[in-house]
C-alpha cells in the first residue's frame, strides 16, 4: 500500500475523500453498477473512459484509483460518499440515487 504522502487523497472519517495533489486526478470506483467518477482540481465529472488496467497505466494518464470497498480505503461500497475537491467544494455523493440529478450535489462551499 502507498503511503499517506505519495497518495492524491486522504481519507477522513467513514466516508469522506479529500483530493489533495493538483497534479493527479482521482478517479473513485464504487461498486461494479455504479458509475465512475473524475475528480479534477476544477471538481468533479462521469468518467466514460476505459479504467486504467494497472496503477502505472494510471499514473501514465495522470489518475490515481481509488477502489471504495478496498479494504486500505473503506473496506465496502458506500451508498453515501462526500468528496472533498480542491476547487474549494464539498460533494455528497449518493449512490441510491445514481442517474437523477440528486446524484451527485454540492454538499459545502469554501471548506478550506
Not at 31 to 36: E, L, R
Not at 71 to 81: D, R
Not at 86 to 96: F, M, P, T, V
Amino acid at each position: 500500500m502507498k503511503s499517506d504522502l505519495e497518495r492524491a487523497f486522504i481519507l477522513s472519517g467513514r466516508n469522506t475523500i479529500i483530493h489533495k495533489q493538483k497534479k493527479l486526478d482521482l478517479l473513485i470506483v464504487n461498486d461494479d453498477n455504479d458509475p465512475v467518477l473524475k475528480i479534477t482540481h476544477n471538481g468533479i465529472s462521469l468518467f466514460k473512459e476505459p479504467l486504467p488496467k494497472n496503477r502505472r497505466d494510471a499514473k501514465e494518464r495522470y489518475l490515481e484509483v481509488i477502489n471504495v470497498g478496498a479494504q486500505e480505503v473503506f473496506s465496502e461500497p458506500k451508498t453515501l460518499l462526500f468528496l472533498q475537491s480542491l476547487d474549494g467544494r464539498e460533494y455528497k455523493i449518493d449512490y441510491s440515487k445514481k442517474g437523477t440529478k440528486q446524484f451527485v450535489k454540492i454538499h459545502q462551499e469554501s471548506y478550506l
